[in-house]
């Protein structure tokens, strides 16, 4: 099975602008969820989309966003961004979701915010 | 608050060496524990521990639980320079779908 894949890899953008990153999930896996790494921190939740409903939010502020597609796919928007933006953005898929058990990481999108 | 904590924050050794990773918690209703190993981006699974006392095994690495001091240690004997990386520890939270995850131990193994 292919595993989880995030475009893009790399992405430069300027205060005040707004990126959408994607991630593709393991075939069969329903759930993805997204998480902000930063340096010295550990991973912070975002949301997580089970069949194309958003099940939970982390604390993050309302310019962080997100879908999931009938196809399991699923897309974070942040609009508005910030320096503190500048982060490692993972995506994660599973069968049924965090709770569960393990999941199943993308490579990630390397953001930085100028 | 529910919370993960992993020290040390960061180590070093020497190949060759054992080393213990420490990750408390404080969560409701406490379901299974699981540690990863991130080494360049994406974290990869370790373990999943749900019972106390029982260890769990693989190659060189072990990890084991106590629910009743709240803590778990992973272990890792004879390291390697392949080692390095950064050790995560997650718990989920029984009220939703959410993994709340420590900082991480960096562990550096030096030759």
């Known amino acids: 099975k292919a595993g989880v894949t995030q475009t893009p890899r790399y992405l430069i953008k300027t205060r005040g602008q707004q990126v959408t990153l994607s991630c593709s999930p393991i075939?069969?896996?329903?759930?993805v969820s997204w998480y902000q790494q930063t340096p010295g921190q550990g991973l912070q939740f975002l949301f997580e989309?089970?069949?194309?409903?958003?099940?939970n939010k982390g604390n993050f502020p309302g310019r962080f966003s997100g879908r999931q597609f009938s196809n399991s796919r699923s897309e974070m928007n942040v609009s508005t961004l910030e320096l503190g933006d500048s982060a490692l953005y993972l995506c994660?898929?599973?069968?049924?979701?965090?709770?569960?058990?393990?999941?199943?990481f993308g490579p990630g999108t390397r953001l930085t915010v100028t | 608050e529910d919370k993960v904590v992993q020290s040390p924050l960061s180590l070093v050794v020497h190949e060759g060496d054992t080393v213990t990773l420490n990750c408390s918690y404080e969560v409701t209703n406490f379901r299974s524990l699981l540690w990863y190993k991130q080494e360049k981006k994406a974290p990869t699974f370790l373990f999943m521990l749900?019972?106390s006392g029982i260890e769990k095994k693989s190659g060189r690495l072990s990890s084991i639980l106590d629910k009743k001091e709240l803590f778990s240690i992973l272990n890792i004997t004879a390291t390697q320079t392949g080692d390095s990386a950064i050790y995560l520890c997650?718990?989920?939270?029984?009220?939703?779908?959410?993994?709340?995850w420590g900082a991480g131990t960096k562990l550096i193994i030096k030759p």
């Open positions: 997650a718990v989920p939270l029984d009220s939703n779908y959410q993994l709340i």
């Open positions: 749900t019972s």
């Open positions: 994660a898929s599973s069968t049924l979701g965090g709770v569960t058990g393990e999941q199943y």
């Open positions: 989309y089970f069949s194309e409903t958003q099940r």
């Open positions: 075939s069969g896996h329903r759930s």
